[in-house]
């Protein structure tokens, strides 16, 4: 039986959102109580991004009154040469681009499905969008070269060493750390499935967390999240509610009558298809979770040495 957790959580982070490119993410893939509260080292790291993402938005939001004015000029005059009679219609190349890649589940039939990496009371489960080809092809989370999920694992501290995508079925044993996805079948990115699909797997993802009951679960994008907002809340989520980092104490995923479920920790997606967030944000917003899941597995060793003194 594991012994209840001394660790306990930071707050959420306040940070404004950036990452508008989480929806397409080509690679995706019990328990203790944990208690909320804040700790210097993932306050300060957020605090340090904050300031240069802050930074960044204000220079591409437009602050600066010349650019807005410019702006406005430019729209004015782009809907009156759309309104012309003569106008020449939108090209081949700007009429794919608004055009939906939807992709039936048919399509990927043929690739087998990934297999969740899970087991009772892990310290962490990590959630993807959905496996993309390469992944289904190998049989193994994150495939894909140009994805930096087992880096930014290593760099944040979730990892001690830096793993390779085939030891993903040793994370519970290395590492107390889990995978799954909010959709099982698989396809060449997220823009291929529908919003619906990808909110009905909500429910599904509640049960795999009531079932295992990790200690915390980490969303590897924000589309992963935005997924599960639509369905809890049927609607979409607004600009100001979104944050990256902890989430709200009534966000905790898998609560059962007897458990009040697993905070949820929302970080950048990892896809080398996502390249709204520079490797620096991506490295600062995933910092503190894993600051955190390496704190917990340091006391669960400790825990586990004094149960085996007691014991001898």
């Given at each position: 039986m594991m012994a209840q957790t001394s660790s306990e959580l930071p707050k959420p982070s306040r940070m404004e959102s950036r990452d508008e490119g989480d929806d397409v993410n080509e690679e995706s893939d019990g328990s203790t109580t944990v208690e909320h509260a804040s700790t210097t080292t993932f306050k300060s790291n957020l605090q340090r991004f904050r300031h240069v993402a802050d930074a960044s938005q204000a220079t591409n939001n437009g602050d600066n009154p010349t650019a807005r004015r410019s702006g406005r000029k430019r729209a004015i005059e782009e809907t009156k040469e759309e309104q012309?009679?003569?106008?020449?219609?939108?090209?081949?190349?700007?009429?794919?681009?608004?055009?939906?890649?939807?992709?039936?589940?048919?399509?990927?039939?043929?690739?087998?499905?990934?297999?969740?990496?899970?087991?009772?009371?892990?310290?962490?489960?990590?959630?993807?969008?959905?496996?993309?080809?390469?992944?289904?092809?190998?049989?193994?989370?994150?495939?894909?070269?140009?994805?930096?999920?087992?880096?930014?694992?290593?760099?944040?501290?979730?990892?001690?060493?830096?793993?390779?995508?085939?030891?993903?079925?040793?994370?519970?044993?290395?590492?107390?750390?889990?995978?799954?996805?909010?959709?099982?079948?698989?396809?060449?990115?997220?823009?291929?499935?529908?919003?619906?699909?990808?909110?009905?797997?909500?429910?599904?993802?509640?049960?795999?967390?009531?079932?295992?009951?990790?200690?915390?679960?980490?969303?590897?994008?924000?589309?992963?999240?935005?997924?599960?907002?639509?369905?809890?809340?049927?609607?979409e989520i607004k600009k100001t509610e979104f944050q990256y980092g902890w989430q709200n104490e009534k966000e905790r995923m898998g609560k059962t009558p007897d458990w009040d479920g697993a905070p949820v920790f929302v970080a950048t997606s990892t896809s080398g298809l996502s390249a709204s967030t520079k490797p620096a944000e991506k490295e600062a917003i995933w910092k503190p979770f894993g600051e955190w899941v390496k704190k917990r597995r340091d006391e669960r060793k400790a825990e586990s040495n004094g149960d085996r003194q007691n014991a001898g």
């Open positions: 012309r009679p003569d106008a020449p219609s939108p090209s081949p190349a700007k009429r794919r681009r608004q055009a939906s890649r939807y992709a039936p589940p048919s399509k990927y039939a043929h690739l087998p499905p990934l297999v969740d990496v899970l087991e009772p009371g892990l310290i962490a489960v990590f959630v993807g969008t959905n496996p993309g080809i390469r992944t289904a092809t190998s049989g193994h989370a994150y495939a894909h070269p140009s994805n930096s999920y087992w880096k930014l694992l290593h760099s944040s501290g979730c990892t001690d060493v830096r793993l390779r995508p085939e030891q993903d079925v040793d994370l519970p044993r290395l590492c107390s750390l889990g995978n799954t996805n909010i959709v099982e079948r698989p396809s060449k990115d997220a823009a291929e499935l529908s919003k619906a699909e990808m909110a009905t797997g909500t429910p599904i993802l509640e049960e795999k967390i009531r079932q295992f009951r990790p200690e915390a679960v980490c969303i590897v994008g924000k589309g992963i999240w935005e997924a599960v907002w639509r369905w809890r809340y049927k609607r």
